[in-house]
T-cell receptor, first 114, second 116 residues
Framework: GNSVTQMEGPVTLSEEAFLTINCTYT??????LFWYVQYPGEGLQLLLKATKADDKGSNKGFEATYRKETTSFHLEKGSVQVSDSAVYFC?????????????FGKGTKLTVNP | EPEVTQTPSHQVTQMGQEVILRCVPISNHLYFYWYRQILGQKVEFLVS????????KSEIFDDQFSVERPDGSNFTLKIRSTKLEDSAMYFCASSERSGGYTGELFFGEGSRLTVL
């Protein structure tokens, strides 16, 4: 079945540091890939997405590139801020299969210190 | 900005009791979902709901679970006889289009259920 594996947290960085959160997936066919973020006390929010190989999703300085050859969708940001402290979830869905559901990874907690 | 709201934020119940978790999705959305996250584990899909019926459900969503849209605004998840392993954060979500096609779900803050 489909699955998502993302790096274990927690991740602690200083402000302006470079961030990478690794995400790999297992799926048949051509899934769409997503990063969701959950800020403290809030629900999950879509951060960015990519729907086909080599697409790059970007938002709020975060980027992720859909790499079919390595089945990866790593999240990166060049310079993190304290306000980026949150839990980040990698997820996939398979529109071709008609499935409604998102398959999530475990989540990676990021703390950015001033 | 429109948002999905969930109540209660935290509920503590005894094993075997019935629990109803409530959600108010975004008003023009047509697709509704429940997910849950057991502490330290993945966010798992439970059920999706469209046009007043279940469109997809997972193996977790057995006979002790049910969903309902009793009026034009609420979307509820009922657990008939709670077990210890039902302790989790339950997330409601809604979307304009099928989540399978856009992935753009709007989530509530979650309802934490603790079963003693």
């Amino acid at each position: 079945g489909n699955s998502v594996t993302q790096m274990e947290g927690p991740v602690t960085l200083s402000e302006e540091a470079f961030l990478t959160i690794n995400c790999t997936y297992t799926a048949t066919g051509y899934p769409s890939l997503f990063w969701y973020v959950q800020y403290p006390g809030e629900g999950l929010q879509l951060l960015l997405k990519a729907t086909k190989a080599d697409d790059k999703g970007s938002n709020k300085g975060f980027e992720a590139t859909y790499r079919k050859e390595t089945t990866s969708f790593h999240l990166e940001k060049g310079s993190v801020q304290v306000s980026d402290s949150a839990v980040y979830f990698c997820a996939l869905t398979q529109p071709q299969g008609g499935s409604e559901k998102l398959v999530f990874g475990k989540g990676t907690k990021l703390t950015v210190n001033p | 900005e429109p948002e999905v709201t969930q109540t209660p934020s935290h509920q503590v119940t005894q094993m075997g009791q019935e629990v109803i978790l409530r959600c108010v999705p975004i008003s023009n959305h047509l697709y509704f979902y429940w997910y849950r996250q057991i502490l330290g584990q993945k966010v798992e899909f439970l059920v999706s709901f469209y046009n007043n019926e279940i469109s997809e459900k997972s193996e977790i969503f057995d006979d002790q679970f049910s969903v309902e849209r009793p009026d034009g605004s609420n979307f509820t998840l009922k657990i008939r006889s709670t077990k210890l392993e039902d302790s989790a954060m339950y997330f409601c979500a809604s979307s304009e289009r099928s989540g399978g096609y856009t992935g753009e779900l709007f989530f509530g803050e979650g309802s934490r259920l603790t079963v003693l």
